[in-house]
């Protein structure tokens, strides 16, 4: 008669692959905040002026990060045209604006690799490198939210202060105002699902650590049932 195969010493040993360390529901979410932001730099409309004239009839003028890099840096002709609205501090704020939101789209990208790419565990203090990226792209977004928000303000003391009899000016948010609003969002919810990745594989980590000290303890309580029976039968 064959002999059945021996079997492991301790029972049967399961062993689970680990789980991805990559997080792509964040850097799906990622990608999109990252498309959004873009589509609100290549956009010009984030604060539009429109100037109703009981003359000449209507005009609108828009002002944002397109704007500040068609002028390339040439602001020595501030007092003239619309920049009475918003003065050098309008023109700090827009340089500003424009900064963060190509700091937005840079460690959104980052974030965006180091998620979607089968990356090795990088932390800092216990934190997923990947995650506070997201934090900081969220922050930058922001800021450029924040930045708009007081340009607009600027633009509307400026237009009160200088009054005119013949024209009427209404300012308003254009689109790229609500694009950074959201891609904001969506760099909000992308370090939530990051965070939330980075404390699931930390927890099946230790599971899978603890399961083999129970099955290498198996053998050694099998040898001692076998010793206490032959100490008996003796």
């Known amino acids: 008669m064959e002999e059945p195969p021996p079997q492991p010493v301790g029972g049967s040993v399961s062993v689970e692959s680990p ?3 990559r997080c792509l529901s964040a850097a ?24 109703l004239s009981r003359i000449t009839g209507g005009d ?4 944002g990060v397109a704007y500040v890099l068609h002028l390339a840096g040439n602001f020595s002709n501030w007092h ?3 920049f009475y ?4 501090n309008g023109v700090t704020l827009m340089v500003l604006m424009a900064t963060c939101c190509y700091l937005s789209i840079s460690m959104g990208l980052l974030a965006f690799l180091l998620d979607f790419l089968l990356i090795k565990k990088l932390e800092v203090l216990g934190v997923k490198i990947a995650a506070l990226i997201h934090v900081f792209t969220a922050l930058s977004s922001s800021s450029a939210v924040v930045l708009c ?10 237009a009160k202060a200088y009054p005119s009899q013949e024209t009427d000016l209404i300012a308003a948010f254009g689109e790229s105002f609500f694009f950074a609003i959201f891609s904001f969002a969506l760099s909000v919810f992308a370090a939530i699902l990051s965070f939330h990745s980075g404390r699931t594989f930390r927890s099946a980590s230790s599971v899978r650590n603890v399961r083999p000290k129970r099955e290498e303890s198996a053998p050694l309580l099998e040898e001692y049932e076998g010793i206490a029976e032959i100490q008996e039968h003796g």
């Open 60 to 63: 609108c003028c828009v002002f």
């Open 19 to 21: 789980p991805p360390e």
């Open 28 to 51: 799906f979410v990622q990608c999109f905040a990252v498309v959004t932001m873009c589509a609100a730099v290549a956009d010009p409309s984030w604060i539009e002026v429109h100037e």
């Open 149 to 158: 928000t007081c340009l607009f303000v600027i633009i509307l003391n400026n």
């Open 80 to 82: 003239s045209g619309y």
């Open 85 to 88: 609205l918003f003065e050098e």
